[in-house]
Nanobody
């Protein structure tokens, strides 16, 4: 059973930066589409950033110009770069991705367990 594992969350001061990573728990062929969601206490989960298979990106208005989504060159690890962080960015961040487990397989969708990002002085 494949799982997505996020890492890189933590406590950071306003204006600081973090890099979140998302990787499969075992070997895969590639990540096709990648999405990052977040959920703050008492709020609905929201889509923060997405990266298509061909490299198109989309961002929520609240993070445009501050966050950047990417994959590594092997297309096996996803990232979310968080810059100029604000207290309102505090949330659990979830990775969601379509994974091809083998070169001949079809993509299947997976979720990570989430990583906490807290922005506070």
């Amino acid at each position: 059973q494949v799982q997505l594992v996020e890492s890189g969350g933590g406590l950071v001061q306003p204006g600081g930066s973090l890099r979140l990573s998302c990787a499969a728990s075992r070997s895969i062929f590639m990540i096709t589409t990648l999405n990052w969601y977040r959920q703050a206490p008492g709020k609905q989960r929201e889509l923060v950033a997405s990266l298509s298979r061909r490299g198109d990106t989309n961002y929520a208005d609240s993070v445009k110009g501050r966050f950047a989504i990417s994959r590594d060159s092997d297309q096996k690890v996803g990232f979310l770069h968080l810059n100029s962080l604000k207290p309102e960015d505090t949330a659990v961040y979830y990775c969601n991705a379509d994974l091809m487990l083998t070169a001949r397989g079809t993509p299947s969708n997976y979720w990570g367990q989430g990583t906490q990002v807290t922005v506070s002085s």
